[in-house]
């Protein structure tokens, strides 16, 4: 007889025993020793197959096989005939269950293995194969069957409310496994785990676990890890959770750079909330009472359009979320100037700071040049006809010669004095000299002041002056005997001297 065949799906390998091992021996207790080979152990998955091998071993080839059953125990105290070979009948299968996922492999009693398909969680069992043979009696080899289920590995989180009570955060399960699945959370907050496992009406295990902790808003994001442990996976299953942590808002006012200037048209305050769930009510409000006309709201985000004194107040932005509400406020100061000028203001202000004091040092060079000149032009003035005189060394004799009296001693003239020049020209500055006193040339002398009050308080005297200047002849000299009057025809000069207005040089 040939080996028995394995069925056409068979576990992996390292599921089985080996083979040595795998087949019981059942020896008769008479004449020769009768053998029935089985498997150990068989372990399947659900809604697949697997093949239940048997073999009659006859030592001496005299015993009469007449049945050969397969009985099913799920429990124990529970027997079930799921096929039977007979053969002159042929093949039965009286269990319902099994008909139509059970056959037969091979068409003889000598081996009577037989194939399950569409396996199911409660075909676990044992199954026994059962030789009714003759003289023999009875001999059976007996299989563990041992289904297999893989879990249904989830996690999720549970949204929880920030507080100070201990709350499930994070679930995590593995469903319908057979054998039952191990649970272990990795985690970097604070908190621990609960377990707890229920078993299924066809044999598997379902074990459930859930994370605790009192959560805080700073929970919210932070990560915790499921760890599942089964001996049907391949490898470990994880799984990463982010918490979510529900808490009320909080909010602050940004943007305020202490630099609203009258005029300036880009301030703006943005109103920046915190919160689980984000917080979709938004609300801008005054401290003065309602929003100026200059200030539009859009959302979290408040702008001034163009700076006055209106926004010189307190704003207060206030938030809301199903937790509750948060608000900040924030003053704001307006000033008159600018406090930062741009590169183009600065470069202006150079520029024409520039051009100012060029226009400066030119005026400033425009006067010290014409004074220049004037003082120039006055000394050439002076030169030509002004008021000094220089009488050189010519003699002018007074009348009656030197010596005659006190008033007529004789003079000299020198050519290069300014005050040298015609008597209608001397008069002529003399008219000018009492209009507007000027200083006396370095030659000059003074006249007595008697003499000079006397000059200017003589509307006679100014009368025949007046003549003199138009172009008359001067009229005579007074006499008195031998003495020449010289009151009011004389004229002081700087060197001393006197000369008279009327005298005739040589």
Known sequence: MGLLRTSARRPPARRLLPLAAAWLLVAGRGVGAQRVRVDDELEAYPDESVDLRCQFVDGGGKTKLNQVSWIWEPAEGQRDNIAVY???????????????????????????SIRISRLRMSDAGRFTCEYATYPLGNKQGTTTLVMLAKPKNSANVVTAQAG???????????????????????????????????????????????????????????????????????????????????????????????????????????CTADGNPQPTAVTWTAASGPLPDSVRVDGNKLTVRKVDDAVNTTFICEVQNKHGAAKDQITTLVVEALEE???????????????????????????????????????????????????????????????????????????????????????????????????????????????RRKFDDSPEEDERYDRFQGGKALPPAYRGGDDVYLGDDMESQRDGSVISRTAIYV
């Open 86 to 112: 007979h053969p002159v009948y042929g093949q039965s299968f009286p269990n319902l269950s099994f008909k139509d996922r059970v056959v037969f492999l091979h068409n003889n009693p000598e081996n009577p």
């Open 164 to 270: 100070t009570k201990a709350a499930v955060v994070a679930q995590c399960q593995a469903a319908d496994a057979k054998p039952a699945a191990t649970i272990r959370w990795l985690a970097s907050v604070g908190g621990d785990h609960t377990t707890s496992s229920s078993d299924g009406p066809d044999g598997t295990v379902t074990v459930r676990s859930e994370y605790r902790l009192a959560p805080t808003p700073a929970d919210h994001g932070r990560e915790v890890t499921c760890v599942v442990d089964q001996r049907t996976q391949d490898k470990t299953w994880t799984q990463i959770l982010r918490l979510s942590v529900e808490y009320p808002p909080s909010v602050s006012i940004q943007g305020y750079d202490h630099n609203w200037y009258v005029g300036r048209s880009d301030a703006a305050l943005v």
């Open 341 to 451: 000028q741009s590169s183009t203001g600065v470069v202006a202000g150079a520029v024409i700071g520039s051009l100012l004091a060029l226009l400066l040092v030119a005026a400033l060079v425009a006067v010290l040049v014409t004074h220049a000149r004037r003082r120039r032009g006055a000394d050439t003035a002076a030169g030509a006809g002004g008021d000094r005189v220089d009488y050189g060394n010519k003699a002018r004799l007074l009348f009656g010669g030197e010596g005659k009296n006190n008033n007529g001693p004789a003079c000299t003239y020198r050519d290069g004095c300014d005050n040298a020049g015609t008597l209608t020209e001397k008069a002529e500055r003399f008219q000018r000299h009492r209009r507007r006193p000027a200083k006396p040339c370095a030659h000059d002398v003074l006249l007595d002041q008697a003499e």
